[in-house]
């Protein structure tokens, strides 16, 4: 399975944007990029993923280098329900599909 | 209406024990998983099926069985339980088994081996 990098921890302040980094250089053509979020004493929860195209949705957006080589996860205005531990995940648009979690990033929204 | 629900959400047993775990989905999907995060807090799958039939089985130990009697449920048989089973046990689902849609999880089973 492809590997992702990801900041271990990051702060953002209350009704701020909140910009969430991924790396995934070794990303082949045929893997989506996947966010998924867990907060404390819950099971994970899909946020938005995407193929090369940026991305937006409810909850958040999807932006995508054009070399596919990292992506940037973005909450417009941080709520402290927002807190929690946020995984990117390469998964292969071929078939046996599963989420392969990393430590992911454990984001602290101030009040 | 719950979309993946899990019962029990706690089970304390002891060492040795048989214990199974429920799992249903009702959003229609074709894909069930059952995934494992242990007390580092760190999230692995152990299963798949995909319209009942087991398409990824992750080097998990045969004391746990899977069975999939309809598309809907998914269960997670335990044997022997050892305490090394403790964890939080995640069952998810997803409308099938190709990585362009996302997957759905449920609340989760505590499962406590004394």
């Known amino acids: 399975d492809a590997k992702t990098t990801q900041p271990n921890s990051m702060e953002s302040n209350e009704e701020e944007p909140v910009h969430l980094p991924c790396n995934h250089s070794?990303?082949?053509?045929?893997?989506?990029i996947h966010w998924y979020r867990q907060l404390p004493s819950q099971g994970p929860e899909y946020v938005i993923h995407?193929?090369?195209s940026n991305v937006n949705n409810r909850m958040a957006s999807l932006a995508i280098a054009e070399d596919r080589k990292s992506s940037t996860l973005i909450l417009h205005r941080a709520t402290l329900r927002d807190a929690a531990v946020y995984y990117c995940i390469l998964a292969s648009g071929g078939s046996n599909y599963k989420l392969t979690f990393g430590k992911g990033t454990l984001l602290t929204v101030n009040p | 209406d719950t979309a993946v629900s899990q019962t029990p959400k706690y089970l304390v047993t002891q060492m040795g024990n048989d214990k199974s775990i429920k799992c249903e989905q009702n959003l229609g999907h074709d894909t069930m998983y059952w995934y494992k995060q242990d007390s580092k807090k760190f999230l692995k799958i152990m299963f798949s099926y995909n319209n009942k039939e087991l398409i990824i089985n992750e080097t998990v130990p045969n004391r746990f069985s899977p069975k999939s009697p309809d598309k809907a449920h998914l269960n997670l048989h335990i044997n022997s339980l050892e305490l090394g089973d403790s964890a939080v046990y995640f069952c998810?689902?997803?409308?099938?088994?190709?990585?362009?849609?996302?997957?759905?999880f449920g609340p989760g089973t505590r499962l406590t081996v004394t």
């Open positions: 995407g193929l090369t």
């Open positions: 998810a689902s997803s409308p099938h088994h190709r990585g362009q849609r996302e997957q759905y």
């Open positions: 070794t990303i082949s053509g045929t893997d989506y």
